[in-house]
C-alpha cells in the first residue's frame, strides 16, 4: 500500500467510525442539512464494512445494513417521474421532511457520478434491493439529460456536465454523448491552458472540478479519453500546487466557504496527494477524497513541498469569458510564497458569486499555528454578516511587494465606516500604532493609520478600526531572516519595526501611503483626484503586463 492510500484508508477509518457511531435521524438518514452528506458518509461506512484492510472498531455487519439502509433511502428520494420538470434529481437539504424537500439541480452533478464509480467497486457486495435500486436510479440520471448543455462559461457546473456526459455515455454505450463529453473536455481544457480558470481559488468548486475530472478518469476505457483527463488532471493539480502552503491555499480566492477562511479546512484532498500536515478531526467537507486517486507527478509535488527559494507568482486571470481579451479583460494574481509564510492577492476587485471574492492575505502552513492560519483585514460589504470573517466591498485599493501588502481603505460617508481584520494567535505586542506579533516562524508587523481595537479568541485576534479613511501595512519574515537582522525576539522585532511607520496622506479627493519595507525599498501607493492608482516600488511602477497565463 502507497503512502497515499494509506492516507485515504485514514480518512476512510475516521468517516466511516462517525458514520457508524451517529444515531439515526427519525427519518433514517444520517443528515437533514445537505442529501450528499448522507451519500458520502454512507459510502464510506460501507467500504469499511466490506474491506478487511480498513480498520474498523465495530459490527461490519451492522455497519453494512445501516450503510445500505441510508443509501437505499436517498436513491428513493431521486425524482423518477420522466414529465417531471425535476426529473432525475434530488432535494438538496431534506427539510421540512425528506419526501417534502424541494428538489434542487445541485446534487446530481457531483453526486450522480460519483455513484457510478462506488457501484463499479462495491455492486458485488451489495444486496440485490440496493444494485436494482442504483441500477434505475443511473437509468433515470442518463435520462433526464441534466448534462446536455453547451459550454458558455467554462465553470465548474460545465466541468461536472462533461464528466458526466463521458462516465454515463460509456455506462450506456451511448458514443454521440461520450464524443460530445470528449469534445468538451478538449475544448474546456484547450480554454483553461489558454486564458486560465475563471474561478480563479475557487473553494469548494476546485475540488469539484479534481473529484468529477478523477471520478472519470477512473472509470474511462477509451485511451484516448482517457489520457486527455490526465492531462486535465495534471494541470489541475499544478494548480493547486503553485497556491499550496502546508495544507492552506495561498492568495486571492474568487469564492471561499466559512470553513475555508480564515482557517484552511477543507483540506482532506490536500491531505491525500501532498500529506505533509496532520488529518484534522473536523472534516467539514468529506465528499469522495477517501476514494478517488489520481496522483500527481513528482515535479508537481515538489513544487507544492518544497518552498525553501522564495517564489514570487504573477498570474494573468479572465475576468469574463466569451469575449476576446485585452486590457480590461483580466485580473492580475500576485503571490510571494516562502518556506513559512506566503503574502499577495488579487489586484482589482470584482463582485465574484455571492460577493465572495476574497482579496489579499498572509497565509501560514495548517501546521504553524493552533488557530487560524490567514491575516486579514477587509471592510464589510454586501452580504456580510457578523462573526462571519467574508463578503468584502469595494472599497480597497492594494499594493504587494514580497513580504508586504499595503491597503488603503477610503470609504464613502454612506458605509459603515469599520475595517475588520483577523490575526493568528501567537505572541503580539499591541502599540498605539500597529500590532507586531510572533505566530509559528513568522514575524508580523501590522501598520494601522486608525484607532484599533483587538479582540483576542481562542483560535484568533479579530481586529476592528474605525474611520472613512484607513490604511493597513503588512511586513512579514521569518525568524532566520529576522536574526540576519539583528533581530531574536519579540520585544526586538517590535521595537524596529515601530520605528518604520508608513506616512499616511489623505484629503478628501486623494490619498498617498508610503512605506520604506526591512530592505530599504520604497513602497508608494497612491490615488490622486481622477481616481487613477498609482504604485511604486523605489520609484518604477508596478509592470501588470508582465503578468502571465501560466
Not at 500500500?1 to 438518514?29: D, H, W
Not at 462506488?118 to 440485490?128: P, V
Not at 485576534?461 to 533581530?487: F, H, P, R, W, Y
Request: proline letters at 4%; charged letters at 20%.
Amino acid at each position: 500500500m502507497t503512502n497515499l492510500q494509506q492516507r485515504q484508508v485514514e480518512i476512510i477509518t475516521k468517516i466511516a467510525a462517525k458514520a457508524y457511531q451517529q444515531p439515526l435521524l427519525n427519518s433514517g438518514f444520517l443528515f437533514q442539512q445537505d442529501v450528499r452528506d448522507n451519500f458520502y458518509y454512507a459510502s464510506y461506512l460501507f467500504a469499511a464494512s466490506q474491506d478487511q484492510t480498513i480498520p474498523f472498531e465495530g459490527d461490519r455487519e451492522q455497519a453494512k445494513s445501516k450503510a445500505e439502509g441510508v443509501l437505499l433511502l436517498l436513491l428513493e428520494l431521486q425524482d423518477q417521474q420522466p414529465e417531471s420538470a425535476t426529473y432525475g434529481h434530488w432535494p438538496l437539504n431534506l427539510f421540512p421532511s425528506p419526501k417534502e424537500a424541494s428538489k434542487n439541480t445541485l446534487p446530481v452533478e457531483l453526486m450522480g457520478s460519483l455513484m457510478v464509480i462506488f457501484y463499479q467497486r462495491y455492486a458485488h457486495e451489495m444486496s440485490s434491493s440496493l444494485r436494482s435500486s442504483f441500477d434505475t436510479t443511473f437509468n433515470h440520471i442518463y435520462q433526464s439529460n441534466f448534462y446536455r448543455k453547451p459550454l458558455t462559461a467554462y465553470n465548474h457546473h460545465e466541468a461536472k456536465y462533461t464528466a458526466a456526459k463521458l462516465i454515463f455515455g460509456q455506462l450506456y454505450e451511448d458514443k454521440a454523448l461520450l464524443e460530445d463529453g470528449f469534445q468538451s473536455l478538449r475544448s474546456t481544457l484547450e480554454r483553461i491552458k489558454a486564458v486560465g480558470m475563471v474561478e480563479y481559488s475557487a473553494l469548494p468548486w476546485f475540488w469539484h472540478w479534481v473529484q468529477a475530472f478523477t471520478c472519470a478518469w477512473e472509470l474511462m476505457k477509451d485511451e484516448a479519453i482517457q489520457t486527455t483527463l490526465a492531462e486535465m488532471l495534471d494541470y489541475l493539480w499544478n494548480v493547486r500546487a503553485t497556491y499550496y502552503l502546508g495544507g492552506a491555499w495561498a492568495g486571492a480566492h474568487s469564492r471561499i466557504w466559512p470553513h475555508d477562511m480564515p482557517k484552511d479546512t477543507n483540506v482532506l484532498h490536500d491531505y491525500v496527494q501532498f500529506g505533509d500536515f496532520s488529518l484534522p478531526d473536523h472534516m467539514p467537507r468529506t465528499e469522495y477524497a477517501g476514494f478517488l486517486t489520481y496522483e500527481a507527478s513528482e515535479a508537481i509535488k515538489a513544487k507544492a513541498l518544497n518552498r525553501l527559494v522564495p517564489t514570487e507568482v504573477t498570474r494573468q486571470v479572465p475576468k469574463q469569458v466569451g469575449q476576446g481579451l485585452h486590457e480590461d479583460d483580466v485580473l492580475h494574481s500576485y503571490l510571494y510564497l516562502t518556506e513559512s509564510f506566503a503574502v499577495g492577492g488579487m489586484y482589482e476587485r470584482i463582485a465574484e458569486f455571492d460577493n465572495e471574492q476574497h482579496r489579499w492575505d498572509v497565509c501560514l502552513p495548517l501546521s504553524a499555528t493552533p488557530g487560524i492560519n490567514h491575516a486579514y483585514f477587509f471592510h464589510p460589504g454586501n452580504k456580510f454578516g457578523e462573526g462571519d470573517l467574508r463578503h468584502q466591498s469595494e472599497y480597497v485599493e492594494v499594493l504587494f511587494h514580497r513580504n508586504v501588502i499595503m491597503a488603503s481603505y477610503q470609504i464613502p460617508e454612506d458605509q459603515s465606516n469599520q475595517i475588520i481584520g483577523c490575526l493568528p494567535v501567537g505572541e503580539w505586542v499591541e502599540e498605539t500604532s500597529g500590532l507586531f506579533g510572533l505566530c509559528g516562524q513568522v514575524y508580523m508587523a501590522v501598520h494601522m493609520d486608525q484607532p484599533f481595537q483587538r479582540e483576542v479568541g481562542q483560535d484568533r485576534n479579530v481586529v476592528t478600526s474605525k474611520g472613512n479613511k484607513n490604511a493597513i501595512v503588512i511586513e512579514c519574515m521569518d525568524k532566520l531572516t529576522a536574526q540576519a537582522k539583528g533581530i531574536v525576539n519579540l520585544q526586538q522585532f517590535a521595537s524596529r519595526m515601530n520605528t518604520k511607520q508608513p506616512d499616511y496622506q489623505t484629503s478628501k479627493e486623494a490619498f498617498n501611503l508610503t512605506y520604506t519595507n526591512m530592505s530599504e525599498e520604497i513602497l508608494v501607493l497612491r490615488c490622486g483626484p481622477d481616481r487613477e492608482i498609482t504604485r511604486l516600488v523605489n520609484d518604477q511602477p508596478v509592470d501588470l503586463t508582465t503578468y502571465t497565463v501560466a
